[in-house]
């Protein structure tokens, strides 16, 4: 191999690493995108789509937006968000991964510009209302806009049968394209090498682009945000935290960071560079990869796979 295993490089506007002479000759792929899709496509009525029905599904695409954030011309982040009603208002629920300074994960970048691409609307500009960096969510205001409908999370009755039945649907949009999708999978017990401790997981495999978007379960009630683990399905910060914070951020008035604790908590997401196609296939693979599992199954304690016995 003649070339680092991962190459950066100087990024071009939608924050990647350009392709250069190298990259090219030794066949290397650009990973780690925001463009990646995952699951089936709100389009295509298929999979999980046909089994949510058209009204679920005609929801989730009117709540579901895709959001960027810009420093200058150079797009440094995009995730999902969803709209819901809080305060006496409509705002976007997302991840406070969007606006970390790309240089110190703990801070918030400076000379921020934020887009929102809202179905059949187009990019609107956004506004950092509110965030918490320890639990990594964020709301983001659009000004002069109100959406046609939007998720009542704070009106929905906790339903102990929410939990009795472990299937869940986590839902994304891509910033560039708008492209609404979604895959499904079931709640777990794995844990994973995050250091936030009150994060749960489930089996759903999602892409950079689902980060901040919502998990919901099959009767199209939200369940908790997505964050993103490339190894071992998806962690997600349960609907109990989001309403905690939800009430804590009432009556702030500027966007500082609320109720967090003194010790820094980690949120990396990995940078799009330049691969080899096998290096980017192993890194894919989860611990224990093609390991026979005895009867009793397995799980993950702290990304570390360990059978049941």
Known sequence: MHYPRDIYGDLDSL?????????IREG?????????????VYDSGKGVWSRLGKTISNHFHQVVVSLAAFIGETRIFACTGLFIDWNGCTTILTSASLIRDPNDGNKIAENLKIEVNIPNEGCKEGILQHCN??????LVDVEKFRPLCSSKILEEQWDPRILEDPNVVAVGRCFKSGVLMATHGKRTDWSGMLDCRDLRYSSCTITKAGIGGPLFDFKGRFVGMNFYDKKIGTPFVFKDHICRLLAQFEGKSTVDEVGSDDKPIRWPVPKPCWRHPHDELDDLRPPGYGEKSDRFGFTYVRGVRVDYH
Do not use: D, M, R
């Open 15 to 23: 924050g990647y690493p350009k392709q250069s002479t190298t990259t």
């Open 28 to 40: 290397l792929i650009l990973v780690n995108t925001f463009e990646e899709t995952f699951g089936e």
């Open 133 to 138: 960096l320890h639990y990594n969510v964020a």
